[in-house]
């Protein structure tokens, strides 16, 4: 038995989290991060105030201790500024990712450490196998549509160590049913959208808060002008829509392949395989971190590029300066500094790193 702090976000899958340890016989209490209050005044509605009543309701039925942690500066210190910085230098943060490892297994963990818990558990689809040595391992989620450890791939050995995944061994219509047998209030409560912290604001209106326009030609691979853009922070590698510009050809569309920080040019090319910037084989990966075993010389694993996509196979070699050089066996469409890119070795999460330069 455990004592174990569940981040309860308000959300079916982390009061399905808390119910499940509490049923294994852990002693468990739940703990809402406030992480953000949008004081800000942007347009747009951020439903915490909902959520922590949600979260308050689930820890009641459960009848498990309640607290909020305020974690308001920590937030806007490691992701808030984090992302608008990554944005006002041209890449595309990702702040899911980073939440993962600097808010609920970062200083959300150390809050519960110094309160004596020992692990924090969440409703994230990810598994969790222990060693014999003690080390622990973070694996898929055993459902394959809902499977969140892409998310979980700059998490560190003592951050794995420590963490709980109860959901991660079902699929999400067990988990609903689970929170009927509870009689969770949240059982039928819509999953929550996007970036975690944002709510029903949109991405582009809460940049625009932050980040000032900027706007600059639009042109193609030749550098004839087709349009205006807004600023180059507001659109992303291989983006389909929202730049503005018609494509003159039936069945061919323009795409972002590529931004002239110098100019203030954004660079459209059609959606082919072979348009200069959008498929790549090669490219560079930072800020590396290993769940388990890092990887110390050129290893063929898979890497998967993006949230919504499939491993594909690939050759690492760490460099001397701590990155990592990366050689795809197929062309990988829009590649983007900034991005995470995980390392799985077959369902096994290794760990991940930030795309820096592709090729
Ligand atoms: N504000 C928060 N306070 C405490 N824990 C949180 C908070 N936001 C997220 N978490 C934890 O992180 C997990 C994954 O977060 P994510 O935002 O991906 O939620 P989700 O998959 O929609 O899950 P849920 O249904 O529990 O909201 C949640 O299941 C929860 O345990």
């Known amino acids: 038995m455990s004592k174990i702090l569940v981040g309860l976000s308000g ?13 294994q016989g852990h002693e468990v209490a739940g703990g809402y991060m406030k992480n953000w209050i949008n004081e800000d005044g942007i347009a747009g509605d951020c439903p915490w105030e909902q959520d922590v009543e949600d979260a308050h309701a689930v820890a009641k039925t459960l ?18 500024d984090y992302m608008l910085e990554g944005y006002r230098n041209g890449i595309t943060p990702n702040p899911d990712v980073y939440c993962n490892r600097e808010m609920k297994f970062g200083v959300f963990l150390d809050y519960a450490l110094s309160q004596g818990f020992e692990a924090v558990g969440t409703g994230h689809y990810a598994r969790r196998r222990e ?7 973070i694996l898929r989620g055993a459902d394959p549509n809902k499977d969140q450890s892409y998310f979980l791939a700059l998490m560190e050995q003592e951050q794995a160590v420590r963490a709980r995944f109860p959901c991660g061994e079902m699929l999400k219509p067990q988990v609903r049913e689970v929170a009927e047998r509870f009689n969770l209030p949240v059982a039928g409560k819509k999953d929550s959208q996007g970036i975690c912290f944002i709510g029903n604001v949109k991405m582009s209106d809460f940049l625009r808060h932050y980040v000032p326009d900027s706007p600059g030609d639009i042109v193609d691979l030749d550098g004839k002008v087709l349009g205006k853009h807004k600023g180059l922070h507001l659109y992303t590698l291989g983006q389909r829509k929202g730049h503005g510009v018609a494509s003159p050809r039936e069945g061919m569309a323009y795409v972002v392949v590529g931004k002239n920080a110098a100019e203030n040019q954004l660079v459209v090319g059609w959606d082919m395989e072979n348009t200069p910037g959008l498929y790549v084989k090669k490219c560079t990966v930072g800020t590396v971190s290993w769940v388990n075993k890092p990887i110390t010389a050129t ?9 919504r996509s499939k491993s594909e196979p690939v050759t690492v070699t760490p460099t001397d300066d701590g990155k ?24 096994t999460l290794l760990g991940g790193g930030v795309f820096e330069t592709v090729e």
Do not use: H, M, N, W
């Not at 498990?64 to 490691?78: G, M, N, S, T």
């Not at 990592?324 to 995470?340: H, K, W, Y």
């Open 11 to 23: 959300g079916v899958d982390s009061a399905v989290a808390a119910a499940l340890l509490l049923e």
């Open 63 to 80: 009848g498990i201790e309640f607290r909020v942690v305020d974690l308001i500066d920590q937030y806007r210190d490691r992701i808030v």
């Open 131 to 137: 060693r014999s040595d003690g080390s622990a391992d």
């Open 299 to 307: 290893r063929k694993v898979e890497a998967q590029p993006r949230y």
């Open 324 to 347: 990592l050089a990366l050689e795809f066996v197929r062309p990988q469409r829009a590649v983007t500094p900034g991005q995470i890119c995980a390392f799985y070795d077959g369902g």
